[in-house]
């Protein structure tokens, strides 16, 4: 009988934009205040993007150093997945573009998928069934966002919040080691109306004004449903890995306030002090949040071989979803 397949973890890299936006900055652009921007949210600064500079290309880079913490080469991978909201293109994919920019001499296929803030954990799952069901042995899974390309300027009760940012992990079949110990997805369509990007989508064809090509929020219903859901999915991930709070080393919610942060927190009865937060420094940047702080995680040391961590995230669709990982 063939050995069952596990999903090992081989490496994460990150990318961010050289521009940073402090709120000191948007003090300037709107009638808001530093002092309002760090209570009510947590952010402190963000990265910007630069206008010749697509999602792709922060795809890329976080590739770059995946592939590096990882030390495979371009060769072994066989599948490009790349969750974003913020695409290059309505198409080709960005994990296209990003196939051309890695000068990927193979064929192999590359798609993006689409889940909003909870993207990443989504590719976690699918790269997980790819793996484990034999199709693909070496998957790049990559986080890549540019909301502030897609952010009102004018609006004050959103485009504090957004920033840019990409992180990517190597994922790989393994006979010894399973790295994903469980994940956990959900969805609410009928909430949709309450945080979206129409863009140039077929469902606003007829609507030319520029403000559908923006993020739009009502924050504090968004807010509402955030907490239970993200407190939800952790539970179930984590009953479904058959492991307690106990042995979560690091929990990794997706940075989109701090207060949600701290009641997803307070409703799972762990203390912050096991919890990981970056928002400051990057803001909300969707589908490359978890990534890049489980990335940053590592690579401060907070997070060490063999310890478990609980990545959670919740957003636009309504979507959510946690997965239980062993780095
Ligand atoms: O990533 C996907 C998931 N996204 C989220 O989870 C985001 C969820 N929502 C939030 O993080 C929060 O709801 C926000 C940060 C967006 C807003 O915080 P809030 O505490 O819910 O504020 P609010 O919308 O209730 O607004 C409170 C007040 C309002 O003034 P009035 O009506 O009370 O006079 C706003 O106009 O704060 C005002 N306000 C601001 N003031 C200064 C809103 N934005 C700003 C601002 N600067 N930037």
């Not at 573009?97 to 699918?126: Q, T």
């Not at 986080?143 to 009102?152: P, R």
């Not at 990057?282 to 978890?290: E, K, L, P, R």
Request: hydrophobic fraction near 45%.
């Amino acid at each position: 009988m063939n050995k069952k397949i596990g999903t090992k973890i081989l490496g994460t890299g990150s990318y961010f934009p050289e521009k940073i936006l402090t709120n000191a900055d948007l003090e300037k652009m709107i009638e808001t205040s530093d002092e309002w921007i760090r209570t009510r949210t947590g952010i402190k600064e963000r990265r910007v993007s630069e206008k010749d500079e697509p999602t792709s290309e922060l795809a890329y880079r976080a590739s770059i150093e995946a592939l590096k913490s990882a030390n495979i080469s371009l060769e072994q991978i066989d599948l490009i997945l790349v969750a974003t909201i913020t695409p290059d293109m309505l198409f080709p994919s960005t994990a296209c573009f990003l196939h051309e920019r890695l000068g990927l001499a193979n064929p192999v296929p590359a798609f993006d998928l689409s889940a909003a803030c909870s993207g990443f954990i989504y590719g976690i799952s699918m790269a997980k069934a790819f793996i484990e069901s034999g199709l693909y042995k070496t998957i790049l899974l990559v986080g890549a966002e540019e909301l502030t390309k897609f952010t009102d300027w004018t609006d004050r009760n959103t485009c504090v919040l957004f920033g840019d940012g990409a992180g990517a992990m190597i994922l790989s079949a393994s006979s010894e080691d399973n790295d994903i110990l469980s994940v956990f997805l959900g969805a609410d369509g009928s909430y949709s109306g309450l945080l979206d990007l129409a863009a140039c989508g077929t469902a606003c064809y007829k609507k030319a004004s520029i403000n559908e090509r923006k993020i739009k929020m009502q924050g504090r219903e968004v807010f509402k449903i955030a907490v239970p859901k993200m407190a939800l999915a952790a539970e179930k991930a984590l009953n479904f890995s058959e492991k307690e709070l106990k042995d979560i080393k690091l929990f990794i919610p997706h940075q989109a306030n701090m207060r949600i942060i701290e009641a997803v927190a307070k409703k799972l009865g762990i203390s912050m002090d096991r919890v990981f937060v970056n928002i400051h420094k990057t803001g909300n940047i969707s589908s490359a949040t978890t990534i890049t702080a489980l990335d940053e995680a590592v690579k401060t040391g907070k997070l060490q071989k063999g310890d478990l961590a609980e990545l959670i995230a919740f957003g636009g669709g309504f979507t959510w979803g946690a997965a239980v990982i062993k780095m």
